[in-house]
Nanobody, 117 residues
Framework: EVQLVESGGGLVQPGGSLRLSCVGS????????MSWVRQAPGKGLEWVSA????????YYAPNMGGRFTISRDNAKNTLYLQIDELKSEDTAVYYC??????????WGQGTLVTVSS
């Protein structure tokens, strides 16, 4: 059974930073590309970033403004998302996904990031 467990969310002030983590199990982690997707309160899902199986290629949504950095440690079966210069509009539940053919096939339960002073 595929499991994806996110952590690292919380309440942070505008301008702060967070690093989200996602531990995968139940599959061969380094066989798959992975993504981060977020959902702000009352809004739809928004793709944030993706990374290739070996971490050699990374992709970001155009409107992320260069504040997001995706990475992975295949030895630890862990995906990361570093978010800097947090803004109120970054408030959302952040999900990690396991990807196949550019489609998110499995999702974690999400971690809530709240940006507020």
């Amino acid at each position: 059974e595929v499991q994806l467990v996110e952590s690292g969310g919380g309440l942070v002030q505008p301008g702060g930073s967070l690093r989200l983590s996602c531990v995968g199990s139940g599959f061969t982690f380094d066989d798959y590309a992975m993504s981060w997707v977020r959902q702000a309160p009352g809004k739809g899902l928004e793709w944030v970033s993706a990374i290739s199986w070996d971490g050699g290629d990374t992709y970001y949504a155009p409107n992320m403004g260069g504040r997001f950095t995706i990475s992975r440690d295949n030895a630890k079966n862990t995906l990361y998302l570093q978010i800097d210069e947090l803004k109120s509009e970054d408030t959302a539940v952040y999900y990690c996904t396991k990807d196949e053919d550019y489609t998110s096939t499995d999702w974690g339960q999400g971690t809530l990031v709240t940006v507020s002073s």
